[in-house]
Structure formats: C-alpha cells, structure tokens
C-alpha cells in the first residue's frame, strides 16, 4: 500500500511504538494523525516534531470519549486510510493484586477501545480504493504467560478480532495487518520488569529498539502483509502456541515463580 499522501491515524503516538511509528510513517510521505489522550502539553510534548504529523486528540478511556474524539476529527476521519490500532497499557503481576479498576482499564484500551474505533471508522476506510487497519497485538496474546494475566487476555482478545476482521474484509477494499508485537525497548517494558519482580528474570528478555521495529511495521504496510511477526526467539513462543499447551507450560514452570 502507497504510503506517500496517505492520512493515517495512530493512536497512543506520544510514546513508545506509536511514537516511532509515527516519525516513520512520516518520513515516508503520510500524513500523521497523532493520537493522543488529550492535547494538554504534557501528551503533546512527546507527538515527533514533523511537518507530515499533526497531534489529535484521541482518548480510548470510554465510549463516550471515544465518540467525542472522533467528532473533533471532523471531516479529518473521512480522509484516514490507514488506521493503527496502537495504543495500550499494562499492567502485571498475580491476578488477585488487580485493582478492579485497572482490570477495566486494560479491557477497556487494549481490546473494547480499538474495536469501537475500528467499527466507526470502517464506512469511510471502505470508500478509499485501498485502505488497511493495522492492529499492535502482542507476543503475549498467544503466549499468555502467568503474570500477564488481564493484559495477555485482551492481547488474545485483539488477535482473535484481528483474524475475523481480516476474512470479514476479505472482498472489500480494506485489509488488515496484525502485528505480533515483540518486547520493545518502552516506558512499557520498564513497567513489565517492574511487574515481574520476584516472579522472574525480566532483565534477561531481549528488547527491539521502538525505531526498528516501526521500519519493520512501515515495510509491512507497504507489502500489504497481513501478519508481521516478532522474529527472533519470540517466534519460537508464537510457533509453541499453535502447538500442545504443555510445552508452553514447561517454559512458564521453569521461568516464572509464583
């Protein structure tokens, strides 16, 4: 797929992935609408300085936000071709130390939040004569590990969606990618750490520089692939998810401590 003049929106583009992607998506000719929770200068100081990119509110917290924000857009959402279903937050450790509350949020913004989006967005990616939705599913949805149990779970959630829409679209101008998300050197992988604290060695599992990986995303795009995976040993855990349970089983006994 063209990205030069192409308009896209990215969510979560403060930080992180959706930071980097942004920057590349940019320098590449598209036309970037940074989504970010809300336009006060503390989100906005982290949306890349570009000419190609222009900062948007976009808060995922409910369904009403949701719908305000696509409202502010205006005739801006009819003009998206590409949307990037990227923004998410974590949170880890054992299930019965969730807050309640974060357990919502973490539904909420990983899986209801871009299905909604996607939903409201799809009459108008399907008059482009090719458009794509782009979803940042996460090593995690198949290789749901103890520790990660809410935030594995909507992962999941995301990648089932992910693979339905894909089929459902299958006769229209609209495709989807689905991007296998590995461990990305963020302010997100510093919380898993944090989270795995006395239950595993998280200092030991193996970062993706954001910007590496956005070029990676971008080429994907590109290609129209409908699946980027996370190379490296993490496409081993994908491949042990399509397999027996028990193996996937051996690895989390051996590394994770309750």
Same mark, same amino acid.
């Given at each position: 797929?063209?990205?030069?003049?192409?308009?896209?929106?990215?969510?979560?583009?403060?930080?992180?992935?959706?930071?980097?992607?942004?920057?590349?998506?940019?320098?590449?000719?598209?036309?970037?609408? !940074?989504?970010?929770? %809300? #336009?006060?200068?503390?989100?906005? +100081?982290? =949306?890349?300085?570009?000419?190609? @990119?222009?900062?948007?509110?976009?808060?995922?917290?409910?369904?009403?936000?949701?719908?305000?924000?696509?409202?502010?857009?205006?005739?801006?959402?009819?003009?998206?071709?590409?949307?990037?279903?990227?923004?998410?937050?974590?949170?880890?450790?054992?299930?019965?130390?969730?807050?309640?509350?974060?357990?919502?949020?973490?539904?909420?913004?990983?899986?209801?939040?871009?299905?909604?989006?996607?939903? !409201?967005?799809?009459? %108008? #990616?399907?008059?482009?004569?090719? +458009?794509? =939705?782009?979803?940042?599913?996460? @090593?995690?949805?198949?290789?749901?590990?103890?520790?990660?149990?809410?935030?594995?779970?909507?992962?999941?959630?995301?990648?089932?969606?992910?693979?339905?829409?894909?089929?459902?679209?299958?006769?229209?101008?609209?495709?989807?990618?689905?991007?296998?998300?590995?461990?990305?050197?963020?302010?997100?992988?510093?919380?898993?750490?944090?989270?795995?604290?006395?239950?595993?060695?998280?200092?030991?599992?193996?970062?993706?520089?954001?910007?590496?990986?956005?070029?990676?995303?971008?080429?994907?795009?590109?290609?129209?692939?409908?699946?980027?995976?996370?190379?490296?040993?993490?496409?081993?855990?994908?491949?042990?998810?399509?397999?027996?349970?028990?193996?996937?089983?051996?690895?989390?006994?051996?590394?994770?401590?309750?």
């Amino acid at each position: 797929m063209e990205l030069d003049g192409t308009q896209v929106l990215v969510t979560g583009a403060n930080r992180g992935i959706g930071q980097a992607l942004a920057a590349e998506l940019a320098d590449r000719g598209a036309r970037v609408l !940074a989504g970010v929770r %809300t #336009l006060d200068p503390e989100h906005r +100081a982290g =949306v890349p300085d570009h000419d190609g @990119i222009e900062a948007v509110q976009m808060d995922l917290s409910s369904r009403t936000t949701i719908q305000s924000s696509l409202e502010a857009l205006g005739a801006k959402a009819d003009r998206v071709a590409i949307l990037v279903n990227n923004a998410g937050v974590y949170a880890g450790g054992l299930l019965e130390r969730h807050d309640p509350e974060q357990i919502y949020e973490l539904a909420q913004t990983n899986f209801v939040a871009p299905i909604h989006l996607t939903r !409201a967005l799809l009459p %108008t #990616l399907a008059e482009h004569d090719e +458009a794509k =939705v782009v979803n940042n599913v996460s @090593i995690v949805g198949y290789a749901q590990f103890p520790g990660s149990t809410v935030y594995g779970a909507t992962k999941a959630g995301l990648a089932g969606f992910s693979d339905s829409l894909r089929r459902e679209l299958a006769d229209t101008p609209v495709s989807v990618l689905h991007l296998v998300t590995p461990g990305i050197d963020t302010d997100m992988m510093d919380e898993v750490q944090k989270a795995y604290e006395g239950h595993a060695d998280a200092e030991g599992w193996g970062h993706v520089e954001p910007e590496d990986w956005a070029e990676k995303v971008a080429d994907a795009i590109e290609r129209d692939k409908d699946e980027l995976g996370p190379g490296g040993p993490e496409s081993v855990a994908k491949l042990m998810s399509r397999g027996p349970a028990k193996l996937l089983d051996v690895v989390a006994g051996r590394v994770f401590t309750r």
